[in-house]
């Protein structure tokens, strides 16, 4: 039975791959039709959800800073969102209760407002997954609906203590004890190294915080995401992320797999569920005005408020909570449950072509911005040649090489702050922005740059730039890295200049550096006396 499951998930998941279509839609369509043919849920599938979200919200907390949960969009956003949102979906499922549709007939006033309760939370899962994929956590907008997600966790905690009536314990207040034991944490990771006992160590961290939150009766979630959030200073942070990724999302198949076994709809559900899907818009925009009002700058409004455009797994437990207490029908389990589903599918296809979008209707979004003071693109490039855009490993490895024969006229750009404040701080000349936004281009069309460099490993990313310096009438040269031959190929015949396939080209640097070895037999002898 086993081989069942990973057959139908792959088959899907490949399937949805080669239809251009995000792979988590290909898991959800499989969880569903394997219980429609009858297949009984494996104990073992929620495990494998849950140790998939616990390392999904720890990795979260690496990349995580608590400035980022400072920023008015996130704290304040939220909380009116929360509350508008339950008004304005709270009151139209009541007139619906008047007009005496399909399962919403007999709702009280009480109940409605339970429902868009449970609407009103975005899917931790879906967006955190979704921004990885695009490599966009790093960014502004990526930041922005990271900490509304947390923000919402928060409120989750409150709910379910309300809910349940089980107060944390009164030993909860020793977690903070877990500030000052950070540095031994810290060392314990540092020691660990860089083989198999890494990601091992990260699995303990991640289940340990979830387990010690879980013992004093708080949410065990949110105890891995605090976990993450005290090492996202360490050195090692990083490398620790990459080594659950693979870990993370092939136990998160599980998770998108599970939410196919909650219920199957019958035929009466589906008005119900066409509404609750399309209130979707409604809270996208309620986000966008509230994020305009807040001063966010437009295209961070729109992204962020595109990605959240979502129901949460957190709405299913809101209802079973309510349908074991006698508060709603036990056909609102279903419902919300078809709901979070087409949620994960509209997001995942509405956020495909994100950016190309705003850069259509970036005119028209721009009216409901407050005013901002627009970047100094322009005067800080005023004399740039090359732009190396992705200041990871790669991104340093040739701003450093190119500075050497072509000094301040090169200029390194990533979205990421922290990591442009560091290399500032090294003395390099660079600049925080987000290379797929259509202004940053437009800004810096008057400057006399002839090369782009785009060293990032996102092939979606690379179309995405290439696609916005087109719009912008950009004349120069573009070269980008790929991963892969396959990739290289596609990129070249998408239109890019040159295309550096790394690995091979690291084997070449390595060969070209070694053979002057050759030339200096002296330099052979030191190294072997050495």
Not at 219 to 226: E, F, P, R, T
Not at 453 to 471: F, G, V
Not at 490 to 504: K, S
Request: aromatic share 10%; proline share 3%; with cysteine.
């Amino acid at each position: 039975m086993e081989f069942i499951w990973i057959l139908v998930a792959f088959g899907c998941g490949f399937i949805a791959k080669h239809l251009n279509l995000p792979p988590l839609i290909g898991y959800l369509v499989a969880g569903f039709g394997l219980n429609a043919a009858g297949v009984v849920a494996h104990p073992g599938l929620q495990v494998l959800a849950d140790l998939g979200i616990t390392l999904m919200l720890f990795t979260i907390g690496l990349k995580l800073h608590f400035k980022d949960l400072m920023r008015p969009g996130v704290w304040a956003g939220t909380s009116l969102h929360t509350l508008l949102w339950i008004i304005a979906a709270g009151l139209l499922f009541f007139i619906f209760t008047l007009f005496g549709l399909p399962h919403f007939s007999g709702l009280s006033v009480a109940s409605c407002a339970l429902i868009a309760f449970a609407l009103s939370f975005s899917s931790t899962v879906c967006v955190v997954k979704l921004l990885e994929d695009k490599g966009e956590l790093k960014t502004s907008h990526g930041k922005l609906a990271i900490g509304i997600l947390v923000m919402q966790d928060i409120i989750a905690v409150l709910f379910l203590v309300a809910a349940t009536g089980k107060m944390p314990s009164i030993y909860s207040p020793l977690l903070l004890l877990l500030i000052p034991a950070t540095p031994l944490i810290g060392r314990l990771l540092s020691s660990a190294g860089h083989g198999e006992l890494l990601p091992l160590t990260g699995f303990l961290l991640a289940v340990g915080g979830y387990e010690l939150f879980h013992l004093l009766d708080l949410k065990g979630d949110l105890g891995a995401l605090v976990m993450g959030i005290l090492l996202s200073n360490h050195s090692k942070g990083t490398e620790l992320a990459k080594s659950l990724l693979s870990f993370k999302d092939l136990f998160l198949i599980g998770f998108f797999l599970s939410i196919g076994f909650i219920a199957l709809p019958d035929i009466s559900m589906f008005w119900p569920v066409m509404i609750l899907t399309a209130l979707l818009l409604l809270k996208s925009a309620l986000l966008f005005g509230l994020l305009a009002g807040l001063r966010e700058p437009t295209r961070v409004q729109f992204l962020a408020s595109l990605t959240l455009m979502n129901y949460s797994e957190f709405g299913l437990i809101v209802a079973a909570l309510s349908v074991n207490a006698g508060w709603l029908s036990k056909e609102w389990l279903v419902l919300i449950a078809l709901a979070v589903s087409l949620s994960f599918i509209i997001t995942s296809l509405g956020y495909e072509h994100a950016h190309a979008r705003y850069a259509r209707w970036k005119n028209l979004l721009k009216r409901f911005e407050r005013r901002q003071k627009p970047p100094a693109y322009a005067r800080a490039l005023k004399d740039a040649r090359v732009l190396v855009i992705g200041m990871g490993r790669v991104g340093i490895g040739a701003y450093n090489a190119l500075q050497k024969e072509l000094g301040d006229k090169v200029w390194g750009v990533d979205a990421d702050s922290d990591k442009i404040t560091q290399h500032a701080k090294a003395g390099r000349h660079v600049l925080v922005a987000d290379a797929e936004d259509a202004e940053f281009w437009e800004r810096t069309a008057q400057c006399e740059i002839e090369l782009v460099m785009l060293a990032i490993p996102s092939i979606n990313d690379i179309r995405d730039i290439k696609t916005q310096l087109q719009m912008a009438n950009f004349k120069g040269k573009v070269a980008a890295i790929a991963r892969f031959e396959d990739e290289r190929q596609q990129l070249l015949d998408f239109g890019i200049d040159r295309v550096f396939n790394f690995f091979a080209e690291a084997g070449t640097g390595f060969a070209e550096e070694s053979l002057q070895l050759l030339q200096h037999p002296q330099q052979i002898i030191d190294l072997t006396q050495g």
